[in-house]
């Protein structure tokens, strides 16, 4: 296996963490307490900013390699980036709901309960389509050069000062939110 998806199998787990700290916020709101909104909005901050600047274009350039070498399992996946985009209008929906919801607009608890399950599991979703689908159709198909190529692409991107700078604000914000949970569990 490369260490490229090795690197987005451990990303997917620190999702998954996140996703449930969502759904623990989202169980005390269904007791009808108030969830900690703190924690909330650093996992809407790191949604906003990790997957796009940092986790994405890994995939991306990876299953872009998959369709030149495998169009037939490429065209099972879809289009990667659409889902993508899927992913930020799902997430803008949460932001929205948790905005209106701490500025004291009317949001049932309905409407609130669904726009956060909705984001959980399509994020849920979306990662079991790629570690069952992409990653074991990358291994297989992608030559040896190619992952060289994509690494090396990869690292160039990822040490641009804007890169660095926005790994290790997400990675920051992550650990913290994992922390508070821990505090308050």
Known sequence: MTGMIELLRKEHQDIEK??????????????????????????????????????????????EKLKERDPVVAATVGDLE????????????????????????????QTFENVMRDFIVHQRQHMIMEERVVFPASINCLYPGDWTEIDVKW?????????????????????RILQWQRERG
């Open 18 to 63: 996140l996703l449930l700290v969502l759904e623990e916020e989202l169980s005390v709101f269904g007791r009808r307490e108030r969830p900690d909104y703190e924690i909330l909005q650093g996992i809407i901050s790191y949604f906003q900013d990790y997957p796009d600047c940092c986790h994405h274009p890994k995939e991306d350039m990876i299953f």
């Open 82 to 109: 659409v889902e993508h985009l899927d992913e930020a209008e799902r997430l803008r929906r949460v932001a929205d709901v948790i905005r209106k919801a701490l500025s004291n607009q009317d949001v049932s608890r």
């Open 155 to 175: 690292n160039r991107e990822k040490d641009s000062m804007f890169n660095v700078a926005m790994e290790e604000k997400c990675h920051s914000l992550r650990d």
